[in-house]
Every structure is written in C-alpha cells, then in structure tokens.
C-alpha cells in the first residue's frame, strides 16, 4: 500500500492568494511519484482528490521506469491563449502595449476577463480588437452578468469586431433559452456557468433525471483536468461535435505539467479530424502569481509552455527541497 504526503503551499498574486497541497507518494519498495492537489482544505476522496492521486501514480510510474514525461512530444505543440484578468485597470495605453508585445512574442489568441465593469470594457476591447487585427479573442464573463446585460454589451460590437470573437465563455448562469440566444449571436462556450453535480460524460450522468444537454446551447466547452476526466470529457466533446479548450486551474506549476502532458498525449494520438476540434490551450497562467523557481521551469514569455527537465513530470531537485507531511 501507498504512503501519502503532502505539502501546504500559496500562490500569491497582489490580489489574491490560492493555497493547494502538493502530494508525494511511497510505493513499498521506496518509489516516489508527485502531483499538485489545488484544493485546501484538502479531501483525497473528492472527485478533485482522486484525480491529483491518479496523476501521482502515473508520476511514480514514469520516475520508477527513468523516464520523462516529455520525452515522446519533442514534435507536438501546445500553444496558449494570453490572458487579461482586468483591462480597466491596465488602461488604454498599458492594454494597447502589452497586445502589441504579446503579438511579438507570437500570441495570436487572447482572453479576456470582463463583466465587473461592463461599459468601460466594451470600450477598451474596442480598442484592442482595432489594434490586434489577425488575433482571435476569447471573451469570459465568469457569468457575472444577466442575460440581458450580455446581450447589451454585445450589441456595443459590430458585426467586423465580432467575427473577431472567437466565443464567449461562461456568458451568465447556464439556462437553456438564454443561452440559445446568445450563442445565435456569437459562439458561446461552457465552464462552470453549469451548477448541476454532475456532467454528461461522467459515469452516474443520467439524461432522463436531466435533459439540460440534449439540445445544446453552446459550441465550444472548457476542460479543466484538475477537475475533470479530461478523456471521458473529449470523447463526449467530440460525439456532439464540440470544440474544446483546456486549460489549467490556476494551479501550482506541477499541476500545470500534469494537464500539459494530458494534452500533448491528447494532441498527439487523437485522430487527425479530432485533432483539429482542440482549440488553443489556457495553460499560461502562472505569470499572474509570485515568481517561484517552480514556475520559472514551466512558463517562458512566450505562448507554448516550457518542459521541465527531469524524471517524470520533473522538478526534481525542487521536489527534494520541499517539506513533507504525512497525510493521515
């Protein structure tokens, strides 16, 4: 049987601070594997728990073997959308320079988190769609909004502006009618606007007790695989003929590896026609946070993350240094 450790950790950015274990297990005979649980306080029996377990176990799998999680994708890419959590307080000016350098740097999706201050965002995504003309923008309203306010500040684009919009993320509370609506509008995509228990995709998913995906109201969906079954997920995904964008839960950098390596897996064995349903990946989100020496292994400038070097997933001499609990 297995042994468990874990290490507290905090992500801190000026405006928040998100707090995770790291977990290490023991195999009898002395093999180790790692994986970030981005859940405090945290519970091994959740959905969550079992996941960053499983992560784990294969992390030990591939250290026990002297192999790099990294090593078959030296040809496949995974590129990331770049990402604004606040335009207002960035400005015109300082929005309009960092689009220009993030171009430079070869971005050409963006993602833009609105809804808290709707009028004087619409004015600045103006801007900046005008400026990044090529790019594809990604619209996410973490469904702050009503309805109708949605459809207010999408009215506030033409029709050009809005071809730019690739979708529109999580427009207010998921419910069938509205949701219909809007994505006649423009593309919408799913994230966690859904408040049921469950998914379609996961095992206990009945369509008789709950019919709200029969007729879908969205074309593109949103995989966290800290959270979800990323394959039963994809699978599901693609019978309805969805896009999908996977991204990373605003996670410690090894949790981002772990879903890296899920997508590269993904990308790389995927049949050609399925392949081209995965949409540009939202796995660069550590620039939000403090520095770490984690973070500088996983996340460059630009827009395909970095492997970090080492055994499994990596981060090995990091891994070493961290201090260890056990779990009981």
């Not at 009945?206 to 029969?214: E, G, P």
Request: aromatic share 10%.
């Amino acid at each position: 049987m297995n042994s468990i450790h874990f290490s507290p950790y905090e992500l801190k950015s000026d405006s928040q601070i998100r707090k995770g274990a790291l977990l290490r297990i023991t195999d009898p005979s002395g093999n180790q594997g790692y994986a970030d649980l981005h859940q405090w306080p945290m519970d091994l029996s959740s959905v969550q728990g079992k996941i960053s377990l499983a992560n784990a176990q294969q992390d030990l799998e591939w250290r026990r073997q002297g192999k790099s999680a990294w090593a078959e994708f030296s040809n496949t890419r995974v590129v990331n959308n770049y990402l604004f959590t606040d335009v207002v307080s960035l400005g015109r000016e300082e929005l309009l320079k960092k689009v220009e350098e993030a171009l430079d740097l070869g971005f050409r999706t963006f993602k833009v988190k609105v809804g808290r201050n709707p009028k004087d965002e619409v004015l600045l995504l103006r801007e900046a769609l005008a400026f990044g003309k090529g790019a594809q923008w990604r619209l996410d309203f973490n469904a702050l909004l009503k309805p109708l306010q949605v459809q207010d500040f999408l009215d506030r684009l033409d029709s050009k502006e809005l071809a730019q919009i690739e979708y529109v993320e999580d427009p207010c509370a998921y419910d069938l009618p509205s949701w219909s609506k809007l994505n006649k509008k423009v593309p919408l995509a799913l994230d966690q606007a859904w408040s049921g228990p469950l998914w379609p995709w996961d095992e206990k998913w009945n369509s008789a007790d709950d019919n709200s995906f029969q007729q879908l109201s969205f074309r593109h969906l949103i995989i966290k695989p800290a959270l979800q079954d990323l394959a039963r997920a994809w699978r599901w995904s693609c019978n309805k003929k969805l896009k999908v964008t996977v991204t990373s839960f605003m996670d410690h950098p090894l949790g981002v590896a772990a879903t890296l390596q899920k997508v590269l897996d993904l990308k790389k064995y995927a049949h050609p026609a399925e392949a081209e349903r995965l949409n540009v990946c939202g796995l660069r989100t550590l620039f939000l946070f403090e520095p770490t020496a984690f973070s500088k292994m996983i996340e460059g400038p630009g827009p395909e993350n970095l492997h970090p070097s080492g055994s499994g997933l990596g981060f090995d001499e990091l891994l070493k240094e961290v201090p260890w609990l056990e779990a009981t």
